[in-house]
C-alpha cells in the first residue's frame, strides 16, 4: 500500500464517551493519608480529570497538530503514522525522532520547528502507539521497528542514510540502529546510555568514575520508580490492558505517575508538563485504543536476549552521540559507552529528566544540532 496523507481526527463521539467516562469514574476510596507514598495521588487526579472532562480542548491540540503534515505508511504489514516537518532548506538530511513510552509522538512537537531549520524531520508513532495502531500482529521488537524505520525511510522515502535520535524506547531502537544498520545512518543521537547486549545489571561500582558516583545513586533511586510497570508489562500487559482500556483515568493515572516519577520535576509534575500536554497525551493512548498495544513491546524486548546482528567491535558502528540528562532513569559509565559505541559527543547535562524533548527541548535541539552539524560536519 503506498504512502498516503493522514489527518489527525479523533471523532466527536468517541471524545463524548471520553469526557462522560471521565466524569462517571468510581473512585478509588484513599486509605491513611493522601500522597504520593503508593502510588497516584487520589486528590491532584480528581483535579486533573476535572480538567480534562470539562476545560480541555483536544479539537485545540488537533488543530495544533495538524498545523504539520501527517502520512499513513503499511511497512512489512505494520501500520506506520508519521509527521513531517519539511526543512526550511535545500538539501537538507533527513532525521527520524522516535520516542519511548509513555511518550507520544507529539512529546517533540517544541524541537521539530528548530530541527527543520537544519533538517527533513520525520516524527514516526512507534507501532500499536498512537495513530499508529491497530497493531495487527505479535512479535514487533526493537530490532522489527528499526528494519521497519530502515525500509520506510531508504525504500519507501528514498533516502540513502538518514540521521536519528530516541529517548527511551526510541534510544533502544536509535541503538540498534548503529548497531544493525551502520550503513544506512548518517549517525545516531540518543538521550538514554543503553548499549545492545550490555547488561547494565552486571556493572558494579568500580566502572563508574569518581565524578559518576551520582549516576549510581540515581541508578538505585530510580529502580523502585521503573520497576512495577516493567515487570508487568514484561509478563503479562495484556491483563493490564482490558482495565486501562476500558477506563480513562485508570490509563491517565497509568502514564501521568510515570511522567511524574521519571521527570526532573521535584515531585510537581506540572512544572515540566503543562495540563494540556498531559490530556494530550492520555488523550491519544485511549482514544486510539493504544494504551494495550503500547505495553507489548516491553513483552516482546524483554523476555529475549537482544538479538544482535553482529558480534564486531564496536557494537554501536555508526557515529554515536550521547545527551546524558541527570533525572533520566538509567545512566551507565562513559568508558562503556566508549567501548562498546563510535563515540563521537558525550554530554551531561545540567538538568532534565527522562522526557527530554518535551523537558528541555532548547538543549536537546542544541546537542542534536552540534552533533549531525558540528562533529560530523
Known amino acids: 500500500m503506498p504512502i498516503k496523507p493522514f489527518e489527525v481526527s479523533i471523532p466527536a463521539d468517541t471524545i463524548a464517551d471520553l469526557q462522560h467516562r471521565i466524569r462517571n469514574t468510581r473512585w478509588a476510596p484513599t486509605i491513611g493519608e493522601d500522597d504520593w507514598q503508593y502510588?497516584?495521588?487520589?486528590?491532584?487526579?480528581?483535579?486533573?480529570?476535572?480538567?480534562?472532562?470539562?476545560?480541555?480542548?483536544?479539537?485545540?491540540?488537533?488543530?495544533?497538530?495538524?498545523?504539520?503534515?501527517?502520512?499513513?505508511?503499511?511497512?512489512?504489514?505494520?501500520?506506520?503514522?508519521?509527521?513531517?516537518?519539511?526543512?526550511?532548506?535545500?538539501?537538507?538530511?533527513?532525521?527520524?525522532?522516535?520516542?519511548?513510552?509513555?511518550?507520544?509522538?507529539?512529546?517533540?512537537?517544541?524541537?521539530?520547528?528548530p530541527l527543520s531549520e537544519h533538517f527533513d524531520v520525520y516524527v514516526p508513532s512507534l507501532p500499536g502507539f498512537g495513530f499508529s495502531t491497530p497493531l495487527a500482529q505479535s512479535g514487533v521488537d526493537v530490532a522489527r521497528i528499526a528494519s521497519l524505520w530502515v525500509k520506510l525511510m531508504t525504500e519507501e522515502l528514498g533516502f540513502d542514510k538518514f540521521a536519528a535520535h530516541g529517548g527511551d524506547w526510541g534510544a533502544l531502537i536509535t541503538a540498534h540502529l548503529a548497531h544493525a544498520h551502520a550503513d544506512k545512518l548518517i549517525g545516531a543521537h540518543m538521550s538514554l546510555t543503553l548499549i545492545p547486549g550490555v547488561n547494565r545489571a552486571e556493572l558494579g561500582p568500580d566502572a563508574f568514575a569518581e565524578d559518576e558516583q551520582w549516576m549510581i545513586e540515581r541508578n538505585a533511586e530510580s529502580q523502585a520508580l521503573i520497576t512495577s510497570h516493567v515487570q508487568v508489562h514484561r509478563l503479562d500487559p495484556q491483563t493490564l490492558a482490558f482495565a486501562l482500556n476500558d477506563s480513562p483515568i485508570g490509563t491517565a493515572a497509568w502514564i501521568w505517575e510515570r511522567r511524574r516519577n521519571w521527570s526532573d520535576c521535584n515531585g510537581d509534575v506540572e512544572t515540566r508538563f503543562s495540563r494540556e500536554h498531559l490530556c494530550t497525551t492520555a488523550t491519544l493512548y485511549w482514544c486510539?485504543?493504544?494504551?494495550?498495544?503500547?505495553?507489548?513491546?516491553?513483552?516482546?524486548?524483554?523476555?529475549?536476549?537482544?538479538?544482535?546482528?553482529?558480534?564486531?567491535?564496536?557494537?554501536?558502528?555508526?557515529?554515536?552521540?550521547?545527551?546524558?540528562?541527570?533525572?533520566?532513569?538509567?545512566?551507565?559509565?562513559?568508558?562503556?559507552?566508549?567501548?562498546?559505541a563510535n563515540l563521537v559527543r558525550y554530554n551531561v547535562m545540567a538538568q532534565g529528566g527522562h522526557f527530554a524533548a518535551a523537558e528541555e527541548p532548547g538543549v536537546l535541539a542544541e546537542d542534536v544540532c552540534g552533533f549531525f552539524l558540528g562533529d560530523l560536519a
Open 39 to 113: 502510588g497516584m495521588h487520589g486528590g491532584w487526579l480528581r483535579d486533573m480529570a476535572a480538567y480534562w472532562a470539562d476545560e480541555y480542548s483536544w479539537e485545540a491540540a488537533q488543530d495544533e497538530m495538524n498545523r504539520y503534515d501527517h502520512y499513513l505508511a503499511n511497512t512489512d504489514g505494520v501500520r506506520i503514522h508519521y509527521m513531517h516537518v519539511p526543512a526550511k532548506q535545500a538539501g537538507a538530511s533527513p532525521l527520524v525522532l522516535t520516542h519511548g513510552w509513555p511518550w507520544t509522538f507529539w512529546d517533540f512537537k517544541d524541537v521539530v520547528e
Open 288 to 340: 486510539t485504543e493504544a494504551i494495550g498495544s503500547s505495553l507489548r513491546i516491553y513483552h516482546e524486548h524483554f523476555n529475549k536476549a537482544w538479538p544482535l546482528a553482529h558480534e564486531r567491535s564496536p557494537t554501536l558502528e555508526a557515529p554515536c552521540a550521547f545527551a546524558v540528562f541527570p533525572k533520566d532513569v538509567v545512566h551507565m559509565p562513559r568508558s562503556v559507552l566508549e567501548k562498546h
